[in-house]
């Protein structure tokens, strides 16, 4: 079964601060990784995906991600917050072999002080 | 349009009542979703469409819930005998093919009184 941990229900950095949003999952088989956003009264953007190749993923509005197996860890980064990047953000995994859904994280908000 | 649609956008429903929600799927995605969205549960799987089939319902919380689509299409998600416990928003997402990226819906939040 997969499963996916988000540490922290909630993070405040400053702007311009780096931004750091931890996911740990697990899985049985090679899983493709997702970080979701949920700005506020919107639906689910994909920010970034893991499938396979290069484990450094770069995504939308400045955010990547870095598959580490040996961890399984996809944690996601961003060098410089900014205020528009207030919102939820969902870690999640799917099996490619079945595909049929995806396990979320529980989500993180994350809050911009000026 | 563009995107996965969804209807209501709110829906508010006394205990007991039954509730349809819908889904359009963006046009030609073969493959169709739906999720829950509850404060305390986070987002949830319910059920996942391939063309008309659903080879997976195993998130579907118990036999009140039920889901069909037609035509490869439209999909509806209905709850029969509503209890407060159904209130969340009910996310619907959408994808060209099974394993690839999904696309969501905005959502129909759904309050049982």
């Known amino acids: 079964a997969q499963s996916v941990t988000q540490l922290g229900s909630h993070v405040s950095v400053s702007e311009g601060a780096l931004v750091l949003l931890r996911c740990n999952y697990s899985?049985?088989?090679?899983?493709?990784l997702f970080w979701y956003v949920q700005y506020p009264n919107q639906g689910l953007q994909l920010l970034l995906k893991?499938?396979?190749?290069?484990?450094l993923v770069k995504g939308i509005n400045g955010f990547e991600a870095e598959f580490k197996k040996s961890e399984t860890s996809f944690h996601l980064t961003k060098p410089s917050a900014h205020m528009s990047d207030a919102a939820e953000y969902f870690c999640a995994v799917s099996e490619f072999s079945s595909a049929s859904k995806i396990i979320f994280g529980s989500g993180t908000r994350l809050s911009i002080r000026p | 349009g563009a995107g996965v649609s969804q209807s209501p956008s709110n829906k508010v429903t006394e205990k007991g009542k039954d509730v349809e929600l819908r889904c359009d799927p963006i046009s030609g995605h073969t493959a169709l979703y739906w999720y829950r969205q509850s404060l305390g549960q986070g987002l949830e799987f319910l059920i996942y469409?391939?063309?008309?089939?659903?080879?997976?319902k195993s998130g579907l919380p118990s036999d009140r819930f039920s889901a069909e689509r037609t035509g490869g299409s439209v999909s509806t998600l209905t709850i029969q005998r509503t209890q407060q416990e159904d209130s969340a928003v009910y996310l619907c997402?959408?994808?060209?093919?099974?394993?690839?990226?999904?696309?969501f819906g905005p959502g129909t939040r759904l309050t049982v009184l």
């Open positions: 893991y499938t396979t190749g290069a484990t």
């Open positions: 899985s049985s088989v090679p899983p493709y």
């Open positions: 997402a959408s994808s060209i093919s099974q394993g690839n990226e999904q696309f």
């Open positions: 469409f391939q063309g008309n089939s659903a080879p997976d």
